[in-house]
């Protein structure tokens, strides 16, 4: 059986938990708290040398880390890899946005609300808020055109986008001036198989 090591309040982690139920995989869920440095230990070093979660280990013991690598994996074969070459390469461009143009800024924000530094980093946070919010922008600008991020199929960039983006008030951002994004959220929220982000089983 798959094992995940993962951190339940964790949007990368629930990248992978959204997809391997809407697969109808079975897993196993392992709890390391990051905010109690349980991603830092020797032991789980051993089997993430960057010290980061979530890390999907495989029936063979292998280890694979980074949740949209984790994500391609799953995907593999299913309908959640789109079918054409420039889709699929169109669904890695939406990925890479996530993780360099999306991720830092709305979930960075987020975690500093919830670990309680969000003052020790005041001088931060508006260069965060205006880079989350452009994000945004780029997304409600896509979707103002199509249901789902590539052609109309919901596939890995959705669920990428999806787990930062349907907390994002967490971390103070107001969605309330992109309907676009706020319609495809409730596409995702519909979809067979969704579990919110705090489902643990």
């Known amino acids: 059986m798959l094992r995940l090591y993962d951190y339940l309040e964790s949007g990368n982690s629930y990248k992978v938990r959204l997809l391997l ?14 905010l109690k440095g349980e991603s830092r230990t020797q032991a789980f070093l051993q089997r993430n040398p960057n010290g980061r979660i979530p890390l999907l280990e495989l029936e063979d013991g292998t280890g694979l880390a980074e949740s949209n690598a984790i994500l391609w994996y799953l995907a593999e074969g299913s309908a959640f890899l789109p079918a054409s070459r420039l889709q699929r390469a169109q669904a890695l461009q939406w990925m890479f946005f996530e993780q360099y143009s999306h991720e830092p800024y709305i979930a960075v924000l987020r975690l500093w609300h919830h670990a309680g530094v969000l003052e020790r980093n005041r001088a931060a946070v508006p260069e965060k808020r205006e880079r989350g919010m452009q994000a945004l922008a780029v997304m409600d600008r896509h979707l103002a055109e199509q249901r789902f991020f590539v052609g109309d199929g919901y596939s890995v960039a959705d669920i990428a986008l999806y787990a930062y983006t349907h907390v994002a008030h967490e971390g103070g951002f107001d969605l309330s001036d992109h309907r676009c994004v706020r319609d495809w959220l409730e596409r995702v929220r519909a979809r067979p198989g969704h579990v919110p982000i705090t489902y643990a089983a």
């Open 21 to 34: 139920h809407q697969l109808g995989v079975p897993f196993e869920r392992v709890a390391v708290d990051i």
